[in-house]
């Protein structure tokens, strides 16, 4: 009656293989989201790297508790800002108790990592400008987090942040993957090759939008 989401309003949502617990403190997972587990999950298949995974900004722990569930991975990090969202996420791991260690974070971007080196990284920043915020939907404007949705001017404050920061945290020939807006992905594709990433590309989410920024470190 109040106008809330409906996952909100549950209580839960679900994601890929999950149920998860929800409320205010973190954005509700989107089927977007699924398919960059995906490709984390493809690129360990494919290389063989099951190593260690950092998931930025994990919110509800939907990225980081889906890896842990689905892949063979040595170690997942899940990091996130807030104390409130690392709440949720850690609630959300007693629940579904994965198979694969998954170490909890409280810090900024990469800065939760330390001096830590991992074989991929992968994040759902915030990508949206103060502007589109406001224009809205009321379900989203009124009740989801801003935090987790709003980056800077152009919407581009974090991921261009990630990209930056990415390279002195993975091992060679690792990972980054990012969810990006679709109408800035050529723009983010952009700016991490500029930024000296190596074989970058963008792939379509399942509404055929480019939607994830994929690159790797160069092996020296």
């Known amino acids: 009656l109040a106008g809330a ?7 839960s949502a679900a994601f890929r293989t999950l149920e998860l617990v929800v409320d205010e403190r973190v954005l509700i997972p989107r089927p977007e989201t699924e398919g960059l587990v995906e490709r984390v999950l493809a690129w360990a298949r494919t290389t063989g790297r099951w190593g260690v995974v950092a998931d930025i900004g994990t919110g509800s722990g939907c990225i980081a508790l889906s890896l842990a569930c689905e892949g063979a991975f040595r170690q997942i990090i899940a990091a996130d800002l807030s104390p409130a969202a690392l709440t949720v996420a850690r609630a959300n791991h007693a629940r579904i108790a994965p198979p694969t260690p998954v170490e909890f974070r409280q810090g900024d ?3 939760a990592l330390g001096g830590d080196v ?32 709003v980056s800077g001017a152009d919407g581009l404050r ?5 990209l ?5 945290r993975l091992a060679p020939g690792g990972l980054l993957a990012v969810e990006v807006d679709c109408n800035r992905a050529s723009v983010s594709a952009a700016l991490a090759r500029a ?10 989410d399942l509404f055929g939008r480019p939607r994830y920024l994929l690159a790797t470190k160069e092996i020296s």
């Not at 989401?5 to 209580?11: I, K, L, N, S, W």
């Not at 759902?124 to 406001?134: D, F, G, I, R, S």
């Open 5 to 11: 989401p409906f996952a909100y309003a549950a209580g």
């Open 109 to 111: 971007l990469l800065w």
């Open 118 to 149: 991992v074989d991929a990284i992968v994040a759902n920043p915030p990508y949206v400008t103060p502007a589109e915020w406001e224009a809205a939907d009321p379900d989203v404007r009124d009740f989801e987090p801003r935090a987790a949705l």
């Open 158 to 162: 974090h991921t261009d942040a990630l």
């Open 164 to 168: 930056r920061m990415a390279p002195a």
């Open 195 to 204: 930024t000296g990433w190596a074989a970058v590309r963008v792939e379509d």
